[in-house]
């Protein structure tokens, strides 16, 4: 018998999961669905089912939410992604910690980073469809059924975790990974991972970044694979005081580590960068030498202390999108915020990932204030050449999910296609999946896509083409 969950703020409103799993066929649709799209969407976030002790959104259990649209009509179920934590928590009846952390004599893993909660992003690679979440292993579920194939059928071979956000190289159809805390809780090890489509581990390769710090994306371009730390660092003495490891020190700097493709890890170049905090990147892409990279910029880490325990002020725990330029060379590097709203999610037209790029979308939140929960409002895309920007509105108090871009066919200009996303209405406390025009984004929707009931608010989807 399930227990009530605790009394906690991310427990509450939107944050609070859902305790069911349901099948909906043909929903009902407001606008039409464009017929050229055929394919699925996924979403995944936390949606535990039993919380054990004290609770944090980022460890909830994951749930894959999926809309599955061809012909005009969509599809929709959702499903536990169901991890052998989950199963063992089913089969008790009560939740369990998450074991990613240490035994404290010997300072490695609990566990074979087969024991996470997938619930960070889920992406589509070849044939295999992955929940992942950046302390274990990808974790492998049947597009259509969204059915548990489980851990270890996918990326097999790697060392150590990987990333919620790997890079698909279109060109090569390569993913490009890495984990950190590779070899032991607190560790400055890292490793680099590159996936072929069938899934198969090509390299996993570990190296020393300057300081042990959670690092939760990273960058490729075309000739480069970028790995930026910024000082959310981890120090296990802090255990002791604060009851968690992790804090903001802007006194530990800031390091980019640039490494050439194909090449030894060990030739990786640590250059000096600008203390910020950043969970996301839009995109990157090099001209010879310089390499340019837009980001999610944030002066301190949001969500998390201070080194001296203190809690970040409001206009800290805002990101704004900035653009960074690097020159491997010489080492210098530039930043320039080209956005002035608060923003997260930041999702550009795939095609062109590694590449140079045009368009952005992001969740976007002009009317945020003190108090609101951090949701996103707004759908924005931006215009990096002209920086003309074009919001769509969901109203203030209703929450939009990361814009994931579809192109209208394959040979379709940079940016000529859909974003689609999900969308909280905080009056009928119901979700619905709307589809934009991404050419044309201050129009709204042209197709609404209703539930019944609410999707929580959770982290990364993406696209899966039909055929
Ligand atoms: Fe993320």
Redesign the pocket.
């Known amino acids: 018998m399930a227990a009530s969950l605790p009394n906690h703020p991310q427990l509450r409103g939107n944050y609070a999961p859902i305790n069911f799993e349901a099948t909906y066929n043909d929903l009902v649709i407001e606008g039409t669905v464009p017929t050229g799209l055929s394919g699925s969407l996924y979403r995944v976030g936390p949606n535990p089912k039993f919380v054990a002790g004290a609770y944090h959104w980022f460890f909830g259990a994951g749930m894959v939410h999926a809309f599955h649209v061809n012909n005009g009509q969509v599809d929709y179920l959702n499903r536990w992604v169901r991890t052998p934590k989950f199963e063992r928590e089913v089969e008790l009846g009560r939740g369990l910690n998450l074991e990613i952390s240490m035994n404290q004599e010997t300072g490695q893993f609990a566990t074979d980073r087969r024991y996470g909660v997938a619930n960070?992003?889920i992406v589509s690679h070849g044939e295999h469809l992955v929940a992942l979440e950046e302390g274990s292993h990808p974790f492998s579920l049947q597009p259509d059924s969204l059915a548990s194939s489980g851990y270890g059928n996918y990326a097999d071979g790697i060392k150590g975790a990987m990333t919620?956000?790997p890079k698909l190289d279109p060109e090569t159809g390569e993913l490009h990974g890495f984990g950190y805390m590779s070899d032991h809780f607190g560790s400055n090890t890292m490793t680099y991972h590159v996936i072929d489509r069938t899934g198969r581990t090509l390299r996993s390769d570990t190296f020393e970044a300057p300081y042990a710090a959670m690092v939760?994306?990273f960058i490729i371009t075309r000739d480069y694979v970028l790995f930026p730390i910024f000082p959310l660092t981890c120090d296990l003495s802090r255990i002791e005081k604060f009851g968690f490891p992790f804090a903001f020190d802007a006194s530990a700097g800031a390091f980019i580590g640039v490494l050439a493709r194909g090449a030894s890890v060990s030739t990786i170049k640590w250059i000096e960068a600008p203390v910020r905090y950043v969970?996301?990147y839009l995109n990157a892409w090099n001209e010879g030498t310089n390499i340019t990279f837009d980001a999610i910029d944030f002066p301190v880490a949001p969500n998390f202390p201070n080194v001296d325990g203190s809690i970040p002020a409001y206009d800290d725990a805002q990101g704004k999108l900035t653009r960074w330029t690097l020159d491997v060379k010489t080492g210098v590097i530039d930043r320039q915020q080209t956005h002035h709203v608060a923003a997260e999610f930041p999702r550009i037209d795939d095609r062109f990932a590694a590449a140079r790029h045009r368009h952005g979308f992001i969740a976007g939140a002009s009317q945020r204030t003190k108090g609101d929960g951090g949701l996103f409002h707004e759908i924005r895309h931006i215009d990096c050449e002209t920086g003309k920007v074009q919001t769509w509105d969901a109203g203030f108090g209703n929450g939009v999910s990361e814009p994931v871009f579809v192109e209208k066919s394959a040979d379709a200009k940079e940016g000529q296609g859909w974003l689609l996303a999900t969308v909280y209405d905080n009056h009928s406390a119901t979700s619905s999946m709307v589809i934009l025009n991404a050419e044309a984004v201050e129009d709204g929707p042209i197709a609404t896509a209703k539930l019944d009931h609410r999707i929580p608010y959770g982290?990364?989807g993406s696209w899966r083409h039909n055929g």
């Open positions: 960070t992003h919620a956000h939760h994306d969970f996301h982290f990364h």
